[in-house]
């Protein structure tokens, strides 16, 4: 059995001015194992930089999640160096399905150059399992069992400095340090509040709940998204401004689940409304209570970069910390990865840098760098969560886009944010132009 630290071994120096390296200094710290702070880790690691990557659970653990990943999910993954073949325990998947009522219709992924044509699926105790392995592999110091309490912050210029964490089951305290520390720690993230990092009162949450059942369908290639997600408490049986999902995971079950936005006001029972959701299923899925084979469980999402600033005195936010969930989708796996990244990027050129001053300036670049990544495309998403927040007009929309394949085509392709870089393409050269001009802020 590993003990409380489990560790790789880390490469040798790199750049930067971190303190003398010992057990508990680093170059950087990453607070948190999940998909941006492995990602992130592995990133800066495979620089040379000496990172410790801390997690508060041991591997495997549970996480609430659709386990179903996009081409952009995809990309990171191979940008890792991961080994997503079927071979090797993925399940791909073709597109995605769209059920309203009695209508169906399938968008297949885009075959772009950016991005591959697939997406895939696994389940979030093995998958951020897989990302964490991989880290440490590149050289960043996986340290299990580490809770971190909270930051070290220097009283003159009120910078972090490292962070104080509570190791193994006997809790014993330590103290880490480093001159860059990155909140990869979720949705709560304790370590941004201690640093006043408030939450955007002004940008949706979601909430998703989700089980696993055993059916026939669990090899289903394409993702399958349940739009009208009614209140059963409602004598008119209001639409929720949300959708219902089933993920075949290709192991003999299914993930199935439901995300809701707040933006209604809306107060029911999630886990007894997925109960009832998943009673009404076709017969085809062969769903039976005695099918289900966890039990539900729920997590909030954070969307539309909806906590700030992303970086300020040595901290920057990725992934849940940052509120990088999509409004529009509820996808938040590929864009918890893609912060890691930017953030990594930015970390690195920070630290090559000889002075303190332009050190502190290319760490300033990383906000920068989300907003011209996601703003205009979180905006949209926006906008669409605020038609969800309305459920006369979400009926309407819906009526209306089901019967025109066409224009549901550009929804599909603009909300899963797929577009081909420099396209001469009339429908991405369409998508480019909406992600530009939409307001950002």
Same mark, same amino acid.
């Given at each position: 059995?590993?003990?409380?630290?489990?560790?790789?071994?880390?490469?040798?120096?790199?750049?930067?001015?971190?303190?003398?390296?010992?057990?508990?200094?680093?170059?950087?710290?990453?607070?948190?194992?999940?998909?941006?702070?492995?990602?992130?880790?592995?990133?800066?690691?495979?620089?040379?930089?000496?990172?410790?990557?801390?997690?508060?659970?041991?591997?495997?653990?549970?996480?609430v999640c659709g386990d179903g990943l996009t081409p952009r999910a995809v990309k990171q993954l191979?940008?890792?160096? @991961?080994?997503?073949?079927?071979?090797?325990? *993925?399940?791909?998947?073709?597109?995605?399905?769209?059920?309203?009522?009695?209508?169906? @219709?399938?968008?297949?992924?885009?075959?772009?150059?950016?991005?591959?044509? =697939?997406?895939?699926?696994?389940?979030?105790?093995?998958?951020?399992?897989?990302?964490?392995?991989?880290?440490?592999?590149?050289?960043?110091?996986?340290?299990?069992?580490?809770?971190?309490?909270?930051?070290?912050?220097?009283?003159?210029?009120?910078?972090?400095?490292?962070?104080?964490?509570?190791?193994?089951?006997?809790?014993?305290?330590?103290?880490?340090?480093?001159?860059?520390?990155?909140?990869?720690?979720?949705?709560?993230?304790?370590?941004?509040?201690?640093?006043?990092?408030?939450? $955007?009162?002004?940008?949706?949450?979601?909430?998703?709940?989700?089980?696993?059942?055993?059916?026939?369908?669990?090899?289903?290639?394409?993702?399958?998204? *349940?739009?009208?997600?009614?209140?059963?408490?409602?004598?008119?049986?209001?639409?929720?401004?949300? =959708?219902?999902?089933?993920?075949?995971?290709?192991?003999?079950?299914?993930?199935?689940? #439901?995300?809701?936005?707040?933006?209604?006001?809306?107060?029911?029972?999630?886990?007894?409304?997925?109960?009832?959701?998943?009673?009404?299923?076709p017969p085809e899925y062969e769903y039976s209570p005695d099918a289900v084979t966890e039990p539900?469980?729920?997590?909030?999402?954070?969307?539309?970069?909806?906590?700030?600033?992303?970086?300020?005195?040595?901290? #920057?936010?990725?992934?849940?910390?940052?509120?990088?969930?999509?409004?529009?989708?509820?996808?938040? @796996?590929?864009?918890?990865?893609?912060?890691?990244?930017?953030?990594?990027?930015? @970390?690195?050129?920070?630290?090559?840098?000889?002075?303190?001053?332009? $050190?502190?300036?290319?760490?300033?670049? =990383?906000?920068?760098?989300?907003?011209?990544? =996601?703003?205009?495309?979180?905006?949209?998403?926006?906008?669409?969560?605020?038609?969800?927040?309305?459920?006369?007009?979400?009926?309407?929309?819906?009526?209306?886009?089901?019967?025109?394949?066409?224009?549901?085509?550009?929804?599909?392709?603009?909300?899963?944010?797929?577009?081909?870089?420099?396209?001469?393409?009339?429908?991405?050269?369409?998508?480019?132009?909406?992600?530009?001009?939409?307001?950002?802020?």
């Amino acid at each position: 059995m590993p003990g409380p630290e489990q560790q790789s071994t880390a490469p040798g120096p790199g750049p930067g001015p971190g303190p003398a390296r010992t057990e508990h200094c680093a170059d950087v710290i990453v607070v948190g194992a999940g998909p941006s702070g492995s990602t992130a880790a592995y990133h800066l690691a495979r620089t040379g930089l000496d990172v410790l990557l801390l997690e508060k659970a041991a591997f495997p653990r549970e996480k609430v999640c659709g386990d179903g990943l996009t081409p952009r999910a995809v990309k990171q993954l191979t940008d890792l160096g @991961i080994d997503v073949s079927e071979e090797a325990g *993925w399940l791909h998947n073709r597109g995605l399905r769209l059920v309203a009522g009695r209508r169906t @219709i399938e968008f297949d992924w885009p075959e772009l150059s950016a991005f591959p044509g =697939y997406g895939a699926v696994r389940r979030r105790a093995d998958f951020d399992e897989l990302l964490a392995r991989r880290a440490a592999a590149a050289g960043a110091r996986l340290v299990e069992r580490a809770n971190v309490a909270g930051p070290l912050v220097d009283d003159r210029s009120g910078r972090i400095t490292g962070v104080t964490a509570k190791l193994g089951d006997d809790r014993r305290p330590v103290d880490y340090h480093a001159p860059v520390v990155v909140a990869a720690d979720g949705n709560s993230t304790r370590l941004s509040l201690a640093m006043k990092r408030y939450r $955007r009162t002004d940008r949706a949450m979601g909430v998703a709940y989700r089980t696993y059942f055993i059916t026939p369908r669990h090899d289903d290639r394409y993702l399958e998204a *349940w739009l009208d997600l009614r209140d059963p408490t409602d004598p008119g049986r209001r639409l929720l401004p949300g =959708y219902a999902w089933v993920f075949g995971m290709g192991d003999g079950t299914a993930n199935v689940g #439901l995300g809701v936005l707040d933006t209604a006001g809306v107060d029911l029972d999630w886990r007894d409304l997925l109960r009832r959701w998943c009673d009404d299923l076709p017969p085809e899925y062969e769903y039976s209570p005695d099918a289900v084979t966890e039990p539900v469980r729920g997590s909030a999402l954070p969307m539309g970069l909806n906590r700030g600033p992303h970086y300020a005195d040595g901290l #920057l936010l990725i992934g849940d910390a940052g509120g990088t969930v999509s409004p529009g989708t509820g996808e938040g @796996i590929a864009y918890a990865m893609e912060s890691g990244r930017y953030a990594a990027e930015t @970390i690195v050129q920070a630290l090559a840098r000889r002075t303190d001053r332009g $050190r502190e300036l290319a760490l300033r670049a =990383y906000p920068q760098a989300l907003r011209s990544a =996601y703003a205009g495309y979180f905006a949209l998403g926006r906008l669409a969560a605020d038609l969800l927040g309305r459920p006369k007009l979400l009926a309407a929309a819906g009526a209306a886009g089901l019967g025109r394949p066409a224009l549901l085509n550009i929804a599909f392709r603009l909300m899963v944010n797929l577009t081909e870089p420099n396209s001469k393409d009339a429908l991405d050269r369409l998508l480019h132009l909406i992600g530009r001009v939409a307001p950002g802020r």
